[in-house]
């Protein structure tokens, strides 16, 4: 098997630097396989840095990488999909996936396991489902789920368990239901699900019901503002 790339970000400078069996990678590159049938080869590398991808010219930074200590931002690029992720188990920082006008899915995240910090999903105009993710359990900062015009179901994250900062889904004026989040156990702050007019309260009672850690809602919680007639 050919050996992995190991990408580093400098500033705003790219480095790729080969990584043989005794490098960054070590002996634990193995060939995975995405969601739909790729191979992809996995080694066991951590990116040292944060990493913001805005084109296909930034994809190689992650080559063999399967642990980004810091950052990673995906921000206003034509992708549709995330299949280039596959290999990522861990971003200890946060993780951002803004303003991705042909994003239509998170096909490509179903071995990310941990989110050190914050999730955002935001402003992807054309994403009708958030699904995937289905071996995160634990995201250490905040989700917030805001202005997808499109966005009709969260179906996704059914393994997510905790959240140590906030809940916040919010103005996202297709949304139905929130059913994938009913694994969530513990939540750190807030619970703020408003302002999403087609989001039926029924699908959001019954996540903040599965919440049991606390034991009672907070006097900040809210659920105001969504479709209170289902």
């Not at 790219?14 to 002996?27: I, K, T, Y």
């Not at 489902?129 to 966005?151: F, M, W, Y």
Request: a negative charge.
């Amino acid at each position: 098997m050919s050996s992995a790339r190991c990408g580093i970000l400098v500033g705003v400078l790219v480095v790729l630097a080969a990584c043989g069996d005794d490098g960054p990678g070590g002996s634990g590159d193995s060939t995975d396989t995405s969601a739909d049938g790729a191979n992809l080869d996995c080694g066991a590398a951590t990116l040292p840095t944060y990493l913001i991808i805005e084109g296909e010219d930034d994809l190689g930074e992650l080559d063999g990488v399967r642990v980004i200590d810091g950052e990673l931002q995906i921000n206003r690029t034509s992708f549709t999909n995330l299949d280039f992720l596959g290999c990522i188990e861990e971003v200890q920082g946060e993780f951002t996936i803004f303003g991705n006008a042909e994003l239509t899915d998170l096909s490509g995240l179903d071995h990310l396991e941990r989110l050190g910090a914050g999730f955002i999903f935001s402003e992807n105009a054309v994403a009708t489902e958030l699904d995937g993710l289905p071996a995160l359990t634990e995201v250490g900062g905040s989700v917030v789920i805001q202005g997808n015009p499109s966005l009709a179901g969260i179906s996704g994250m059914t393994s997510l368990a905790t959240i140590g900062g906030a809940l916040n889904i919010r103005d996202n004026d297709a949304l139905e239901h929130i059913d994938g989040l009913r694994g969530l156990r513990t939540l750190g702050t807030q619970f703020a699900v408003t302002h999403n007019p087609s989001l039926c309260v029924s699908s959001v009672n019954q996540v903040g019901a599965g919440i049991t850690d606390p034991a009672q809602p907070r006097d900040d919680w809210s659920t105001r503002a969504n479709d209170d007639g289902c």
